[in-house]
C-alpha cells in the first residue's frame, strides 16, 4: 500500500542553525502539507502546497519556515535558523485530487538544543 | 482556539466490550471529519471518515456518528481489541476551495483496551 515516507526520523540541531525536513508523498497525490505537534499538545497545521505553491499557511509559518518540491518526488520544509520552541514532530500529509482524506508519514522528530 | 475538542483525556475498556469516542466541533463551516489513530512515534494513520451529507459511515468494527445540530461526532469501536490501544484524534475541515482544506484536530483521547 502507498505511503507517506519522511526523513530523517530524528533530527537534533544546535539552536540557531537551519534545518530540512524531507517528506515523499503518495505518487500520485498533488496536494501536499506540513504539520506540527510540540510535546503534549494538538497537531496543529503549518502549511499546505498545491502547483508548487503555498495554498495556505498558519501563524506559525512565518519567514523562517519554507517548503520547496525541488523534483517530482520531494516535498521539504526548511526551518533557517531553529529555535528552541521549534522542537516537536512533524508530519508530512499529502492528498488526491477530487478526496478528501489526507495520508500522515511517519513524522520526523526534531530536537533543538 | 479549540475549534475540535476531545474533552476526555482518556478511556479504558475491557476486551469485547464497545469503545465509544467523542468530539465536539464549534466551527459550523466544517464538512469532513475524519478520525486518526496514533502509536507513540508514529504518525497519524486514517481510521474513517464522515462527511457532513451523512450520520453515520461503518467500516468493519468502526462506526463513526454525527450529529449536525448538536456539533457532536463519535467514535463506535465494537468489539474492542487490545491492539486499538492507542491516541485517537478526531480532525475536520471546511469546504474544499482549491487546494484548501487543512485538518484541524482535537487534542486526543488515549484509548487503552484491557484483556
Known amino acids: 500500500e502507498p505511503e507517506v515516507t519522511q526523513t530523517p526520523s530524528h533530527q537534533v540541531t544546535q539552536m540557531g542553525q537551519e534545518v530540512i525536513l524531507r517528506c515523499v508523498p503518495i505518487?500520485?497525490?498533488?496536494?501536499f502539507y506540513w504539520y506540527r505537534q510540540i510535546l503534549g499538545q494538538k497537531v496543529e497545521f503549518l502549511v499546505s502546497?498545491?502547483?508548487?505553491?503555498?495554498?495556505?499557511k498558519s501563524e506559525i509559518f512565518d519567514d523562517q519556515f519554507s517548503v520547496e518540491r525541488p523534483d517530482g518526488s520531494n516535498f521539504t520544509l526548511k526551518i533557517r535558523s531553529t529555535k528552541l520552541e521549534d522542537s516537536a514532530m512533524y508530519f508530512c500529509?499529502?492528498?488526491?485530487?477530487?478526496?478528501?482524506?489526507?495520508?500522515f508519514g511517519p513524522g520526523t522528530r526534531l530536537t533543538v538544543l | 482556539d479549540q475549534q475540535v475538542k476531545q474533552n476526555s483525556p482518556s478511556l479504558s475498556v475491557q476486551e469485547g466490550r464497545i469503545s465509544i469516542l467523542n468530539c465536539d466541533y464549534t466551527?459550523?463551516?466544517?464538512?469532513?471529519f475524519l478520525w486518526y489513530k496514533k502509536y507513540p512515534a508514529e504518525g497519524p494513520t486514517f481510521l474513517i471518515s464522515?462527511?457532513?451529507?451523512?450520520d453515520k459511515n461503518e467500516d468493519g468494527r468502526f462506526t463513526v456518528f454525527l450529529n449536525k445540530s448538536a456539533k457532536h461526532l463519535s467514535l463506535h469501536i465494537v468489539p474492542s481489541q487490545p491492539g486499538d490501544s492507542a491516541v485517537y484524534f478526531c480532525?475536520?475541515?471546511?469546504?474544499?476551495?482549491?487546494?484548501?482544506?487543512?485538518?484541524?484536530f482535537g487534542k486526543g483521547i488515549t484509548l487503552s483496551v484491557r484483556p
Open positions: 500529509a499529502s492528498r488526491a485530487t477530487g478526496a478528501d482524506t489526507q495520508y
Open positions: 505518487s500520485n497525490h498533488l496536494y
Open positions: 502546497f498545491y502547483n508548487n505553491e503555498i495554498s495556505e
Open positions: 466551527n459550523s463551516m466544517f464538512d469532513y
Open positions: 464522515i462527511s457532513s451529507i451523512k
Open positions: 480532525a475536520a475541515s471546511a469546504p474544499l476551495t482549491g487546494a484548501n482544506s487543512k485538518l484541524t
